[in-house]
């Protein structure tokens, strides 16, 4: 609800009643009051998404000024990392799919709801992001985005499979429904909203006078992102950041947040359901 939530106001902020502006916030708020009532998340785990909070608070506000931010901007990025990759205690994620094989000769495959993540994901956007407002909006970034997507596809899993890191696998498990709504609502948001959302888009804004300026943001998130899979392997590492490139053009491309995200869940849905996931035994 709170990630619903955050499309209530998106562009068109200003003009909105403050109940609909921060629907997001109060509904986050009453998700981790829950998760501590139901030992999701301990008090020590509260106090860091109290200071990521902070942190991205601070960073929105446009009087901060320039050593103030860049230390919001550093906070960010440190605990935004500490949480997207859980290296911060106080959280005891739900595990709801356990080393399960979807097919016979892929890795099993083991599913969490991670609390961490997903708030740092919806924090950042809500306060650090623009997000589309209007069926126009919609309309726009998914006109935009589709041929790139379609082509990132094409590209990634030709890739995996010359790399004999998948084969055509098809399949529609009975966790697939389950799966779909994870991926979406607590990997690519949560993701997105970090690589392409924060790191890519304020290096834009830093570098836009910079020539190449623009590559060298894309380049560079990209590159953080593949190496956020490094315990995948190396061939995960690699394809990620190509993923991660392909990611960063069509945010490039259309300037919405909802374009990357929505690429990412495609390439990942392609995946799930026609290829081996997430990848053959070695």
């Known amino acids: 609800m709170a990630i619903i939530a955050l499309w209530l106001s998106g562009d068109e902020a200003s003009v909105i009643p403050a109940w609909r502006r921060f629907a997001w916030l109060y509904l986050a708020a009453a998700a981790v009051v829950a998760a501590l009532a139901f030992g999701i998340v301990r008090p020590l785990g509260v106090g860091w998404i109290f200071l ?15 050593w103030h931010r860049a230390v919001a901007a550093v906070a960010i ?4 990392a500490g949480l997207m990759v859980h290296l911060l205690p106080g959280f005891q994620n739900p595990r709801v799919l356990a080393a ?3 097919t016979p000769d892929a890795i099993p495959y083991t599913l969490y709801l991670n609390l961490d993540k997903t708030l740092a994901g919806i924090l950042l956007l809500g306060w650090c992001h623009r997000r589309s407002a209007r069926a126009a909006d919609w309309r726009a970034t998914l006109v935009g985005a589709a041929p790139w997507a379609a082509g990132l596809l094409v590209a990634i899993m030709g ?10 696998a098809p399949k529609f498990p009975r966790e697939s429904w389950l799966w779909m709504w994870v991926n979406l609502c607590f990997t690519c948001l949560a993701e997105e909203a970090l690589f392409r959302g ?6 834009q804004r830093a570098w836009k006078t910079m020539q190449g300026g623009n590559w060298l943001a894309l380049g560079v998130a990209a590159f953080a992102f593949g190496l956020a899979h490094g315990a995948g392997g190396l061939t995960y590492v690699v394809l990620a950041t190509v993923a991660g490139v ?5 945010y490039q491309r259309t300037g919405r947040i909802e374009a990357s995200i929505l690429t990412h869940f495609s390439l990942n849905t392609v995946h799930f359901f026609l290829f081996t996931y997430p990848a053959l035994k070695a």
């Open 100 to 102: 399960v094989a979807f």
């Open 77 to 80: 990025l440190g605990l935004g």
């Open 246 to 250: 392909g990611y960063g053009w069509v």
């Open 159 to 168: 890739l995996s499979l010359a790399a004999g890191y998948v084969r055509f």
């Open 52 to 66: 990521f909070g902070g942190a991205t608070w601070a960073f929105s506000r446009p009087t901060l000024s320039g």
């Open 198 to 203: 924060f790191i890519q888009a304020q290096l």
